[in-house]
């Protein structure tokens, strides 16, 4: 029996149609497709749209409806939950007829709730969704929310020509303005990208106006009425959406979805203020029909420009790390339970050479592990976690994301065992392949290591020989300092462990001509011999550098770090500029110390003269204005502001002088010249 007769699905009839990345800015309908039958409504996943119908349904009556905050790592299902969620929403129909809710598996109590939304919907004027990323449109906060409301009442997304197109629907005379220019055999939507300059734009706008007839001055009149302009106010957003997506007055019910919010405000604190008020107006504003779900990488306590949000968003949903597990499992790995129990069979009759596998390490087998045995096949327990740790060795700026990766490598894995008797499993070193172009391109690993690792299948036993290189490589990736260090060596016995690529045939063979081959590797200058260990060969100074850059990078993307660590030096310059200020007071000269008061919170009253200290970086200079405009004039207080200058090239220096510290901390002493030479530089 074929490894690929134990699936549900084949995994070489069908692909990873979106590579296991969902994004809400994309509506390709085979995409959309995939996602809703993939979506695994459990864990989660399952609480969170729970949540989410139930706080709508619930709030229904109100005012005023909760904005969802949805949270976690990169690639944990973040955007997709969101996406799915917005066309179950509306059951979205495909061409052929199916609905997304006929699609999606969903549990009894999901589609129970989505039928009481449905029901709201049809007793007040329908139901309606937009989603997408703040990041992907133009202008300020405002005008990219309403883009994304235009968008998705088929409107053009810019401001001033979806705006003149609701007037002319809202006057009766848009389906006589479109084909007036399309007689004149002109693409509509072409012109209306000219509209202050179009001609044909002119003379369909006079042939539907009763007071105007001269074609030459509608380009004024327009821009005079429909201005492009950089921002508005937000009852102008509100009123303008309304107008969008209201019938006779009245709006939906409607789900706003808008993704990726965290990596749009970054650490601009002025973005987090309009995103927090146009929060706050869509939510109060609009009849307690509008509900906005947002997503990040970060719960909302973890950092301080996303605090902001905390008021706003108060239904906070968390993926975690056994979600993607889940989804995992259950889209690729999903097996036939007539096929089960002939698994059980083969892992029963080889439990020994299974639990044999990187025995005394931290990845070793574990007691649950019988759990995961059939899930998880061809993939075992073992294996899985040298993967998961090794992702997380080399994935130190957060971007790799995990779900995407896991899905993709897993279904590619299966793929390529597919063929073989069942028996054959999966070698830790698969991954490298999968995984070996991205490193390059961020620094994970250097390009002549790929190149010595694929030179090796043009010789004797290559495609062994480039496997025991890749593998080489991936271990040594792995943590090694105190308290992280999982024991995995690059060591015959573990190298055995992890190439081994049948459980049926054993490992026997193969750890008989591994010291042989490994002698030879060393012989020809492929691998270094380090006491029992092997490294591929390399110098100490490109090892240095990769350090380097591998803290540098994960620096530059820790918000937070960068953040406490540019605090840190403004205060410390500040301090060093001011020493110990003091000024004498009245007319007998007395000295009075100057206390120095950071961040937002205001001081305490106290005896002493206060200076409070704000920056930029934290704060909008326009809140720190309004704040001293509120203040009485007997208000002792004295106040500074540093403004935000030089924010990316500051960030770049924190992110190096944090990672030369790590990776001084980290390599040690060296004794070698050139390691001495790599520490003094």
């Given at each position: 029996m074929q490894?690929?007769?134990?699936?549900?699905?084949?995994?070489?009839?069908?692909?990873?149609?979106?590579?296991?990345?969902?994004?809400?800015?994309?509506?390709?309908?085979?995409?959309?497709?995939?996602?809703?039958?993939?979506?695994?409504?459990?864990?989660?996943?399952?609480?969170?749209?729970?949540?989410?119908?139930?706080?709508?349904r619930d709030n229904f009556k109100s005012p005023e409806q909760k904005a969802a905050w949805i949270s976690g790592f990169y690639g944990s299902g973040k955007s997709h939950l969101a996406k799915v969620l917005r066309y179950l929403w509306t059951n979205f129909a495909f061409p052929d007829g199916t609905t997304a809710r006929s699609i999606a598996h969903l549990p009894e109590e999901i589609t129970d709730l989505l039928t009481e939304i449905s029901t709201l919907g049809k007793r007040h004027n329908g139901l309606h969704m937009a989603g997408g990323t703040l990041k992907a449109g133009t202008g300020s906060v405002r005008l990219r929310v309403m883009s994304l409301f235009f968008k998705s009442v088929g409107l053009p997304e810019g401001y001033p020509y979806a705006k003149f197109l609701i007037h002319l629907k809202r006057d009766g005379k848009l389906e006589a303005f479109k084909k007036s220019i399309e007689d004149q055999g002109k693409n509509f939507n072409q012109e209306l990208g000219r509209l202050y300059g179009s001609g044909a734009v002119a003379k369909a706008y006079v042939s539907c106006s009763s007071h105007l007839k001269d074609p030459s001055q509608v380009g004024a009149l327009l821009r005079a009425d429909y201005p492009n302009v950089a921002d508005v106010s937000i009852s102008d957003m509100r009123d303008t959406i309304r107008e969008a997506i209201a019938a006779n007055g009245k709006l939906p019910c409607t789900l706003l979805v808008l993704d990726e919010i965290q990596q749009f405000i970054g650490l601009d604190a002025q973005l987090s203020l309009d995103v927090q008020e146009v929060t706050e107006a869509l939510s109060k504003e609009m009849d307690g029909r509008v509900m906005i779900v947002g997503t990040g990488q970060s719960a909302l306590n973890d950092m301080a420009n996303l605090q902001r949000l905390m008021g706003r968003f108060t239904i906070k949903i968390h993926l975690k790390d056994n979600d993607v597990e889940k989804v995992v499992r259950k889209v690729v790995l999903q097996k036939r339970d007539d096929k089960k129990p002939e698994i059980k069979e083969l892992i029963d009759k080889n439990e020994g050479e299974i639990t044999r596998q990187l025995k005394a390490t931290k990845l070793a087998t574990q007691s649950d592990d019988h759990l995961a045995y059939i899930p998880d096949f061809p993939l075992l327990?073992?294996?899985?976690?040298?993967?998961?740790r090794v992702l997380h060795s080399v994935?130190?700026?957060?971007?790799?994301?995990?779900?995407?990766?896991?899905?993709?490598?897993?279904?590619?894995?299966?793929?390529?065992?597919?063929?073989?008797?069942?028996?054959?499993?999966?070698?830790?070193?698969?991954?490298?392949?999968?995984?070996?172009?991205?490193?390059?391109?961020?620094?994970?690993?250097?390009?002549?290591?790929?190149?010595?690792?694929?030179?090796?299948?043009?010789?004797?036993?290559?495609?062994?020989?480039?496997?025991?290189?890749?593998?080489?490589?991936?271990?040594?990736?792995?943590?090694?300092?105190?308290?992280?260090?999982?024991?995995?060596?690059?060591?015959?016995?573990?190298?055995?462990?992890?190439?081994?690529?049948?459980?049926?045939?054993?490992?026997?063979?193969?750890r008989q001509k591994l010291p042989t081959l490994l002698d030879a590797m060393e012989q020809d200058g492929v691998l270094m011999k380090v006491e029992s260990e092997y490294r591929l060969q390399t110098t100490e100074g490109a090892a240095w550098e990769a350090e380097f850059r591998k803290r540098r990078a994960a620096a530059r993307n820790d918000d937070p770090l960068i953040a406490s660590r540019r605090s840190q030096l403004l205060s410390k310059g500040l301090d060093g500029a001011l020493g110990n200020p003091s000024v004498l007071h009245g007319d007998a000269k007395e000295r009075r110390k100057i206390t120095i008061h950071y961040g937002e919170d205001k001081p305490e009253q106290s005896d002493s003269i206060t200076l409070w200290v704000r920056d930029g970086f934290t704060v909008p200079e326009a809140s720190v204005l309004s704040d001293i405009r509120k203040l009485s004039t007997d208000d002792p207080t004295l106040h500074l502001f540093l403004p935000k200058l030089h924010a990316d090239e500051l960030?770049?220096?924190?992110?190096?002088a944090q990672a030369a510290e790590e990776t001084l901390h980290f390599k040690g002493n060296p004794t070698s010249d050139e390691g001495k030479e790599c520490r003094k530089s």
């Open positions: 490894t690929k007769e134990i699936f549900l699905r084949d995994p070489l009839t069908w692909k990873l149609v979106n590579e296991g990345v969902s994004s809400n800015n994309i509506e390709d309908l085979d995409t959309l497709r995939f996602e809703l039958e993939s979506f695994v409504c459990e864990g989660e996943y399952l609480q969170g749209m729970r949540r989410i119908l139930q706080s709508y327990p073992v294996r899985r976690r040298f993967w998961e994935d130190s700026t957060g971007t790799a994301a995990q779900m995407r990766t896991q899905l993709r490598v897993v279904h590619e894995a299966c793929r390529a065992c597919a063929s073989a008797e069942v028996g054959a499993i999966v070698p830790a070193d698969f991954l490298y392949d999968q995984i070996a172009n991205d490193l390059v391109s961020t620094g994970e690993m250097q390009k002549r290591f790929q190149e010595i690792i694929e030179q090796q299948k043009t010789k004797l036993d290559g495609a062994l020989r480039s496997r025991i290189c890749a593998l080489v490589f991936l271990i040594n990736k792995l943590p090694r300092e105190h308290g992280t260090d999982l024991g995995v060596r690059a060591e015959p016995e573990h190298l055995a462990d992890l190439l081994s690529e049948d459980l049926v045939t054993g490992s026997t063979q193969l960030k770049s220096a924190i992110a190096a």
